[in-house]
């Protein structure tokens, strides 16, 4: 049986970093329905993935169309709606994970499966942290919320391919024993 291709799902490429990442625990965002979440960093020279996240975005608005027309007479243009892909540079420019990088917030009621290089199945929550790079299984879809409309980004499934520099200004235990000196412990 071949795969259907479905137009508005995405496979981020390998250099994407987890920001904000909420993949173990749904977490309620000022009194909203929990959910899982991750801010994906996608560099701008990633054009790859950009085209791809461009084209799930224009197919997400094209199927929404029922959706985001309503009640009203006629389907508001893409242009004007609130899409999921960002621009860091504009939208962070204090940040330096985000420099030079567009970004999205993915977010979704169930769990997203996560896993490995190898696609070996991830249990230990400390391997996944904002600052890992990997690759984000998502997928666009339109919505219409009492009159806020768009398109917006849902969380499927996550790979870490590699350790990154932790952000937020929290370092890894790891780290910081790696090189104490015992020695020093009782002086």
Not at 63 to 85: I, Q, R, S, Y
Not at 129 to 153: D, E, L, Q, T
Request: proline share 5%; with cysteine; hydrophobic share 35%.
């Amino acid at each position: 049986m071949a795969n259907k291709v479905i137009r508005t799902k995405v496979i981020t490429g390998p250099n994407t970093r987890f920001s904000y990442v909420n993949a173990w625990e749904a977490k309620s965002v000022n009194g909203g329905t929990p959910k899982f979440s991750v801010s994906l960093i996608i560099p701008k020279d990633d054009l790859a993935t950009i085209t791809k996240i461009k084209a799930a975005i224009q197919a997400a608005y094209e199927e929404g169309e029922a959706k985001l027309k309503g009640t009203g007479k006629t389907v508001p243009p893409l242009a004007v709606l609130k899409t999921p892909l960002r621009d860091g540079d504009l939208e962070r420019p204090d940040d330096l994970a985000y420099a030079d990088s567009y970004f999205i917030n993915a977010n979704s009621s169930t769990a997203p499966n996560i896993v490995d290089a190898d696609c070996r199945k991830i249990v230990d929550h400390s391997e996944i942290y904002s600052g890992v790079y990997g690759r984000a299984s998502i997928n666009m879809y339109a919505f219409n919320i009492n009159g806020n409309k768009g398109i917006a980004c849902g969380l499927n499934n996550l790979q870490k391919l590699r350790d990154g520099e932790p952000l937020g200004g929290r370092s890894r235990a790891e780290d910081d024993f790696a090189t104490v000196d015992d020695e020093d412990f009782l002086n």
